[in-house]
């Protein structure tokens, strides 16, 4: 029974130590670079930027707070147990994070400064606060905030994510382009898209693959030589000219970037009037590509 259980504390430890890496590594990015030149890139935590720059008040507790009404929300509309818990650790450890460089980043920052270069803090504050965030992803979290509020707004009204973050997370840039000018929030406008692209590439991961569809009256010898020469895996099915009406095979097969000249060069050989699709595969799992597992 206890070697049945084993996986699953392997995998809830694993997703903790994910949130614990994603949280800090989200909280050190913001205060490092985006707090020190109030780079408010949408979030609760850029609300938090605004009202610090009126207040005074500590930007960690303000986060912190801001997301207790939040929780009960997404509590209520979402109901996600595990959710609500991944996304609160993640919370807290955010908040822990951002209240400590607060309060002693200064002195060190002093001795030891990164840069006083804003677009640097914009770029560097995308990329880390992005990695963090992916890896939060990958551990079924968030940084609680407007990614709560987005999904219950999708929930009620059926709007797409992407949608309801640009008008929230808008607003937000929107409101600190009038409060610490319009250049800081071209600055901040960075820093969210550089966030997303870097969560998408921790989430997917870099695209070493290629998916390569085949369209051939000659699917034997083109099989062989793919199996045979780049030591790849085939499928193929039958199919028709919506033209001609001809009976035609689909070969697909799957391979690295640097097998996609080898790929032509076969096909070219065996059947020169083939029509040949090449994409990008994002992701490629199992026998022969990355493992394919249960742990994230």
């Not at 049945?4 to 392997?10: A, D, E, F, G, V």
């Not at 407007?146 to 707004?153: C, K, N």
């Amino acid at each position: 029974m206890k070697s049945l259980h084993l996986p699953r504390i392997l995998d809830e430890l694993w997703r903790i130590l994910l949130i614990l890496i994603g949280a800090t590594l989200a909280g050190a990015g913001f205060s490092l670079f985006q707090v020190p030149y109030n780079i408010a890139a949408g979030g609760v935590s850029g609300i938090a930027i605004l009202i610090n720059y009126f207040t005074g008040w500590p930007i960690a507790t303000m986060y912190l707070i801001m997301n207790i009404p939040l929780f009960m929300m997404g509590f209520f509309y979402l109901g996600r147990w595990r959710f609500l818990f991944s996304t609160a650790l993640a919370v807290l450890l955010f908040t822990v994070t951002t209240g400590l460089l607060d309060r002693y980043l200064p002195a060190l920052l002093s001795a030891w400064p990164i840069t006083d270069n804003v677009l640097l803090s914009a770029i560097y504050a995308g990329l880390v606060g992005g990695i963090g965030g992916g890896l939060l992803y990958v551990a079924g979290a968030t940084l609680g905030g407007t990614a709560i509020i987005g999904r219950v707004i999708q929930v009620k009204t059926g709007l797409s994510l992407s949608q309801i973050y640009l008008f929230v997370d808008g607003a937000i840039v929107l409101a600190a382009g009038v409060i610490f000018g319009w250049e800081i929030a071209l600055y901040a406008m960075l820093t969210l898209l550089l966030s997303g692209q870097a969560a998408d590439f921790v989430l997917e991961g870099p695209s070493r693959a290629r998916t390569a569809m085949v369209v051939t009256t000659r699917p034997q010898p083109i099989t062989q030589a793919l199996i045979a020469e780049l030591g790849r895996g085939v499928s193929y099915w039958e199919a028709v000219g919506g033209y001609t009406g001809e009976p035609r095979t689909i070969v697909m097969c799957t391979i690295y970037r640097p097998q996609v000249g080898d790929l032509k060069r076969v096909v070219a050989t065996h059947d020169p009037h083939a029509f040949v699709i090449i994409g990008t595969t994002q992701q490629a799992l199992g026998e022969g590509f990355t493992e394919l597992r249960r742990r994230n």
